[in-house]
């Protein structure tokens, strides 16, 4: 087929990986879809214009709205603050261009339902790309650790941890939406459904631990420090919630972007009837597990995942050698490129960020209300 024509909107840091993305998958999905970098929006002055002639996109514009049916662009990276992911993924969507969308997917469950189309909808949730996660998912779907009674799922993170860190968007209500839980917890949230299965019911408590932080003095890129009069902080630096889950498992699930010492310290422990599995996304290529006959004082083996495992062969030739998570998106790129091509999805959708995002909603509800509340399905 011919290039396939897209642009990115919004070229901040995940703006700039999804370009980088683009330009790695026929290097290791050569059968992949080839791409055309037509067009890059940004409506900070220069920055589009920067990225253009850096990453070699065809034009760029201010103005996203632009794009909207143009025929050049038969597919569009949307990776501006979610606050802006309904309006422009529903006009993308009804204009019959397909979309690859940060998480969480707009700031609520009916933004992420606004979006509807006869189009191809990628949901960026990378964590679930990693060979040592679907290794994870084959081995308990083999029944390797028997049957799954409870886990814990860790989304912890500093990036918000200095109290002078700029009040951007992300801490505003109305353009960051419910703060560490639409950040962190909705892929915590996916990868739990991707592992485990479906949500019945949750009980969660939340906090804000930093409530003021000092404005910015221009627009920020990444999580700069603040210079400006102080302002109030609008949602949540942390959250805890105990979930039961449909197969009867019960999981804990722990996220903060105030946790000081932690640096993008995510994975999780799943124990079975059986056996138990392991996993630091800050070792990728690594899975703990424990499986025998012994049931106590079972020993824990490293696994390095391997060519066999996920698309783990498309990056290295044997095991052990590391991958990182620009790898991950360059997955979701070639997954999201060939669901256009085939007119099926692979990996992530829109219907998997609307279930994160009710259980997501489930929590504020729980927080407010001291008690259980059942995610609806």
């Keep these: 087929m011919a290039a396939l024509g897209v642009a990115v909107i919004g070229f901040g840091w995940m703006g700039r990986v999804h370009t980088q993305a683009y330009a790695r998958v026929p290097h290791h999905f050569p059968t992949a879809p080839t791409v055309r970098l037509v067009s890059v929006a940004d409506d900070v002055p220069g920055r589009a214009a920067e990225a253009a002639q850096r990453y070699g996109f065809e034009e760029s514009t201010a103005e996203w709205r632009h794009l909207v049916g143009d025929p050049r662009v038969a597919a569009v990276s949307i990776t501006a603050p979610n606050f802006l992911h309904r309006e422009m993924g529903s006009a993308f969507a009804a204009a019959g ?19 509807a189309g006869d189009v191809q909808v990628t949901v960026g949730f990378n964590y679930r790309n990693a060979p040592a996660v679907e290794k994870a998912r084959a081995i308990i779907a083999a029944g390797e650790i028997g ?24 801490f505003e209500r109305t353009r960051g939406g419910n703060g560490v839980l639409g950040d962190l917890g909705a892929h915590g949230v996916d990868l739990v459904r991707f592992l485990l299965g479906e949500i019945d019911a949750l009980v969660a408590d939340t906090a ?18 603040g210079s400006g009069p102080p302002g109030p902080v609008e949602n949540d630096d942390w959250l805890g919630s105990l979930l039961r889950m449909a197969s009867g498992a019960r999981v804990t699930l722990d996220c903060s972007r105030v946790a000081v010492g932690e640096q993008n310290s995510y994975g999780f422990e799943i124990h079975g009837t059986e056996g138990a599995l392991f996993w630091d996304f800050r070792r990728m290529g690594e899975l703990g597990v424990g499986a025998g006959p012994s049931y106590q004082d079972e020993p824990v083996r490293t696994v390095h995942v391997g060519p066999r495992d996920g698309d783990f062969g498309a990056f290295q030739p044997g095991a052990g050698i590391p991958m990182g998570y620009d790898d991950l998106k360059v997955i979701e790129a070639a997954r999201f490129l060939r669901s256009v091509a085939d007119g099926r999805p692979y990996g992530p959708t829109l219907a998997d960020a609307i279930r994160a995002a009710e259980a997501l909603e489930a929590m504020e509800q729980s927080a407010a209300s001291g008690g259980w509340v059942t995610v609806s399905r």
């Design 147 to 170: 049957t799954v009674t409870h886990a814990r799922f860790r989304f912890l993170s500093d990036y918000a941890a200095h109290p002078e860190g700029a009040l951007s968007w992300r």
């Design 97 to 115: 261009q397909h979309i690859w969308i940060e998480k969480p997917v707009g700031l609520t469950a009916a933004d992420a339902r606004a979006i």
């Design 208 to 225: 804000v631990f930093i409530p003021e932080r000092p404005r910015p003095a221009a627009a920020t890129a990444g999580h700069e420090r």
